[in-house]
């Protein structure tokens, strides 16, 4: 899903922005004129390329490796306080950073004012990005579902046939309680599949919100010439992904992956952003963040991202594991885990200062 999706998102941007004219609005020149300093630029995008996919990969492999520490694993307190945290951080990164973001650039002064400042396009957007992220939600689970059960009542069934057949040759009336305990193994193992079949939906849902974003604040650096904005912005990104990525690696981790799918996930995560930067030094004679094409083109993909990742955080995240056994259960944690969201909501927050 990933590759297939960094190649649309290139090849739109190429298609859209190749023969885009610069605007012709003088206050649109005047805002992005001031600081400028091409030859500075490219040293902090250099700089931001290696530090960005260094974070990245850290704090996507921290939960991968925290099976190796029993106070990390899945089913401890404190992993559930660190999924807290970076749930936060993934709900805030969609309110306070993408939401914002994508106003900023359908609102533009820029932009006709008919249609984009007549209709509130960002929300509008936003919203039927959450719906349509419920209906591949839902719809995929439901699938799936219903394939394993089919799968295994036919793959166990003769098979719990035959054993309570010769069980009924050899002592009348004993297969009928094999059945029982064959039927309620296959039911336990429907759950079990159904709940581990939901982790890896959110997952990859979770990382193609992701990895949209991602590549757009890359490519707005990248085509950047203002050392003053691109220097605050290394560290607001860096902090962005070490702690988004924690939130996906614990994702990926409930989803029990193979090595190989894992390696994958991890790569995409880690190299979208910098790929977004080498993208837009590239595009950087044709691409502005005061074109009206490039404000379009930004400004829907942050609301799709923005819809995506409001969803994936309240409704596959935080409500699961709110309403939950584990935090349920307990008064102490349940209270410690709200801590821990406003932690991380509040740090992403504040860090929309920045970036």
């Known amino acids: 899903m990933a590759p297939r999706l960094v190649l649309i998102i290139t090849a739109i ?91 900023e650039d359908l609102t533009s002064v820029c932009l006709p004012e008919r249609p984009w400042r007549k209709f509130p396009f960002t929300t509008f957007i936003a919203m039927l990005s959450a719906v349509l992220t419920l209906v591949v939600d839902s719809y995929s689970i439901s699938f799936f579902k219903k394939k394993f059960a089919a799968t295994t009542v036919n793959g166990n069934g003769s098979a719990s046939l035959e054993a309570g057949e010769r069980k009924e040759v050899e002592v009348c009336g004993h297969g009928h309680g094999h059945d029982v305990t064959a039927h309620a193994d296959r039911d336990a193992n429907i759950v079990d599949a159904g709940q581990l079949l939901r982790y890896r939906v959110v997952a990859q849902v979770l990382e193609l919100g992701i990895v949209v974003h991602s590549v757009v604040i890359g490519l707005s650096m990248g085509a950047s010439m203002n050392p003053c904005t691109i220097r605050p912005l290394i560290a607001a990104i860096c902090f962005h992904q070490m702690f988004e990525g924690m939130g996906l690696g614990g994702c990926i981790l409930q989803a029990e992956y193979g090595m190989k799918v894992k390696a994958i996930m991890v790569f995409f995560f880690s190299v979208t952003t910098p790929l977004g930067i080498v993208l837009g030094i590239a595009l950087s004679n044709v691409y502005s963040d005061a074109n009206s094409k490039s404000l379009i083109v930004e400004g829907v993909l942050n609301a799709i991202s923005a819809g995506l990742l409001n969803y994936m955080a309240l409704v596959e995240l935080l409500a699961p594991d709110f309403m939950g056994s584990k935090i349920q259960g307990s008064a102490k944690i349940m209270a410690l885990a709200f801590v821990a969201v406003l932690l991380g909501a509040g740090g992403m927050s504040v860090m929309a200062i920045w970036a």
């Open 13 to 103: 941007v190429f298609l859209l922005l190749a023969e885009a004219p610069p605007t012709t609005a003088e206050q649109c020149n005047d805002k992005w004129e001031s600081c400028r300093n091409k030859a500075e630029s490219l040293k902090l995008k250099v700089i931001a390329i290696f530090s960005i996919l260094v974070t990245s990969m850290i704090g996507v492999s921290i939960p991968l490796f925290s099976r190796s520490v029993p106070a990390l694993q899945p089913d401890r307190d404190l992993f559930v306080l660190v999924k807290a945290f970076a749930s936060g951080v993934i709900l805030a990164t969609g309110y306070m950073h993408v939401l914002p973001d994508s106003f």
